[in-house]
């Protein structure tokens, strides 16, 4: 390879992804991909444009949150390419970079001396040549480098870059410091710390990133090896689907010409599937390839450090190498998505021609045992049909058709599914999801049993006033200022956060005092754990997650690095917690153990603070009182709807705050400065309020329900815990 060829690949390397020139005052981002420094800089302040407060990657999308002082300036600089741009600059005749070594003059460099490790201007190269100790040594004049040279030149000996130190090679490190040095800034600035070999200090932490570069390609092997069943469902399920299709289509063309709407139906119903079924395997790849990406890129940056093996590189960047290979070797992976079996059923005789059936079963002497009467809405029915034949005995036949049709108050027909035991008794189960008169019409072989059609009312639910507990005061059992409340899905302990007495007190289901736990710091949030311990948020705490046994002791602090100024916690189901976070109007989504961020997202064109925000079924439900709504977003954090405005109509809120939603998808808000509570569907339809009475004076602030269905109402100004239960209307 020529010279030409090699700087013409080092231009390429040494090329930012951003403005696609060579790479100016290059910062690593933690995902190990380097970029110019103003080029960063413009994307973040492009980003605060948008009201975001983290960038992506341009190469492998890995996100990161945007220094506080809106610059990357602070990120570490890339060895490499350092080395890359200074090498590059001695091609290039209207840029000169490097300096005489050698003299005092500052003159421009025309010649390297690969002996002593220097750049020497041109009257130091003729004093070079015509000393007897020198002329022998190894020199090339810059503007005659060769590619073996400016290999050389790259991987040069690292000298110091303190000021008189600048000949002196860098051969020892400061375990103290941390810092590679030359000898004499182990006499001048680092005497008596602890001394060791640079080549020592550098293998140990090349076997590090040897081990953990191992432990990445390995991840990709596994990666890639999903890609591959990725790629064998895709196509698996494509085939299906287009055999089933060609069998369709060669059913149909058997028929007459009025099935040929038939034929046109199912055609678009093949697409639809097909195309959805397209978007779920392409979005899977998509985040596999994302994935390995990510992967690959932190391999070659490791590997290209170890392969170049200096020990200044591997020293300077050992960290983030090891720090990016714990957070890949640690993330979340895509799951695969498996795609249902697609068939086609044509049964020619049955739909045009009929069927007669030869059966022992009497269908005047056969039963349904079905109670419908006196449910709720969302409670499941269970459905019953007995087959019986002339003389009243159970019996079962293969050929028997069952029909159950369920009509409801609206007059849609719902489609049920039908349980066979292969006994002679059939189970349907329904779950109505509509208040109102609904109708059960069973027929067995095209007979309706003896009381079809069933008519079955369901019912609304209602929470109503059971009691109250707790008083405003100082001592036990009293509150001065409620925050939040929460209930133990394991012993049902009411825990409430008492904010004015720097507290938590704990109440059995029944309102009776158990322990109190004394703070140092008001809590603003308190959430029991899956385990059944508690977890309490201090916003003003350097540590603001305090975890403590339901008895009360004290566990450990939680990291919290992710938060500024949090306000309200909750835990999904499976374990992650969910706080909102004031510092930047936002929503953060933490693993279980709290070291992980997950997710962050704010809402679009709103300046106002989230206060409560809950998980249920892929959504995100965040109230915000400033702008006296609630606010949905989708399992990603993109926002979706809101629910409710401002106003004290039904389906208004004023200042809501706490959210809870119920086992029958029941959204309940703490409709505050309005003294009520408002039940809403999931979309957003209003269903009923709780006001008057027991809320009167009162500021519903949070709730919390138990695992009998009991809802416990908490008053802001520390009045008392109403207890409200389910009752059917």
Excluded at 60 to 83: E, G, K, M, V
Excluded at 141 to 160: G, H, S, Y
Excluded at 268 to 295: P, S, W
Aim: glycine share 6%; hydrophobic share 35%.
């Amino acid at each position: 390879m020529d010279v030409q060829q090699l700087f013409t690949i080092l231009k390429k390397e040494a090329e930012c992804p951003l403005c696609l020139e060579t790479v100016k005052n290059p910062k690593t981002l933690p995902c190990l991909h380097s970029f110019c420094l103003e080029c960063l800089d413009k994307l973040a302040n492009f980003a605060r444009k948008q009201l975001q407060t983290s960038i992506k990657c341009p190469v492998c999308q890995a996100s990161f949150p945007i220094p506080d002082s809106d610059t990357f300036a602070n990120f570490p600089s890339s060895f490499h390419l350092n080395r890359l741009v200074d090498v590059l600059a001695l091609e290039d005749g209207t840029v000169q970079v490097q300096k005489c070594n050698t003299c005092d003059e500052n003159n421009p460099a025309t010649s390297y001396c690969f002996v002593c490790q220097s750049f020497m201007c041109a009257s130091c190269f003729q004093s070079h040549q015509r000393f007897k100790v020198t002329r022998g040594h190894r020199t090339v004049l810059i503007d005659k480098l060769k590619a073996q040279d400016v290999q050389e030149l790259i991987l040069r000996p690292v000298m110091c870059s303190q000021p008189y130190h600048e000949d002196q090679p860098i051969e020892l490190y400061c375990e103290d410091c941390k810092v590679p040095i030359c000898l004499r800034c182990s006499v001048m600035r680092h005497n008596r710390h602890l001394l060791t070999d640079m080549q020592k200090a550098a293998q140990e932490q090349k076997m590090q990133m040897v081990e953990a570069v191992a432990k990445v390609r390995a991840e990709i092997l596994v990666y890639e090896n999903e890609i591959k069943k990725q790629t064998e469902f895709k196509n698996k399920n494509i085939t299906g689907i287009m055999d089933a299709e060609k069998k369709m289509t060669e059913s149909v063309e058997e028929l007459i010409s009025d099935l040929r709407e038939y034929e046109k139906q199912l055609k678009h119903k093949f697409r639809d599937i097909y195309e959805a079924e397209q978007k779920q395997h392409a979005t899977r790849l998509e985040n596999l390839e994302l994935f390995i990406t990510q992967l690959k890129a932190s391999v070659e940056r490791g590997q290209g450090i170890l392969e170049r093996n200096i020990g200044a590189e591997i020293l300077q960047t050992s960290h983030a190498i090891l720090g990016r290979s714990k957070e890949l070797l640690n993330a979340r992976k895509p799951d695969l998505y498996k795609s249902p079996n697609l068939y086609h059923l044509f049964e020619k005789n049955l739909h045009l021609l009929g069927q007669v059936i030869v059966t022992k079963t009497d269908s005047s002497m056969c039963l349904a045992e079905c109670d419908v009467s006196g449910s709720g809405r969302g409670e499941e029915w269970n459905i019953v049909i007995v087959n019986r034949d002339s003389e009243g005995f159970q019996c079962y036949q293969q050929e028997d058709q069952i029909k159950v049709d369920i009509l409801t108050p609206e007059g849609d027909h719902q489609e049920t599914v039908l349980k066979d035991s292969k006994d002679g008794k059939y189970t349907v189960t329904y779950t109505p999801q509509c208040v109102g008169e609904h109708r059960l019409e069973i027929q067995v072989n095209g007979q309706s049993l003896t009381g079809s059609p069933y008519v079955g009312q369901v019912g609304e639910r209602h929470y109503r006033f059971a009691s109250k507990f707790g008083s405003r005061g100082k001592g036990t059992g009293e509150f001065d200022g409620i925050y939040d409340i929460a209930v133990s899905d394991k012993t049902g302990t009411i825990a409430v956060a008492d904010v004015g007495n720097k507290r938590i007190q704990l109440f059995s289901s029944d309102g009776k005092l158990q322990r109190e736990i004394m703070l140092d710091d008001t809590p603003s949030s308190v959430e029991f754990t899956h385990s059944g311990d508690l977890l309490t948020l201090l916003p003003v705490s350097n540590d603001k997650l305090h975890l403590f046994s339901e008895e009360g002791e004290f566990i450990k602090h939680i990291n919290d690095q992710h938060l500024k100024e949090p306000q309200h916690l909750s835990i999904a189901r499976d374990g992650c917690l969910i706080i909102t976070d004031q510092g930047n109007n936002g929503v953060k989504v933490l693993s279980p153990d709290g070291i992980v961020l997950l997710l962050s997202f704010i809402a679009p064109n709103c300046d106002k603070y989230p206060e409560c925000a809950v998980y249920h079924l892929d959504k995100f439900y965040v109230s915000y009182p400033g702008a006296h709504c609630i606010k949905v977003f989708d399992k990603r954090g993109v926002y979706l709807h809101n629910i409710c405005c401002k106003g004290s109509n039904d389906g208004q809120s004023d200042c809501p705050v706490g959210l809870v939603i119920d086992e029958y998808n029941q959204l309940i808000v703490c409709d505050g400065d309005n003294q009520r509570l408002q039940l809403f569907s999931l979309s957003g339809t209003f269903l009923s309020k709780l006001q008057g009475e027991y809320f009167n004076n009162s500021y519903p602030w949070y709730a919390a329900l138990n695992n009998n269905g009991t809802l416990f109402v908490a008053d802001r100004l520390g009045k008392c815990i109403v207890t409200l239960k389910r009752k059917l209307f």
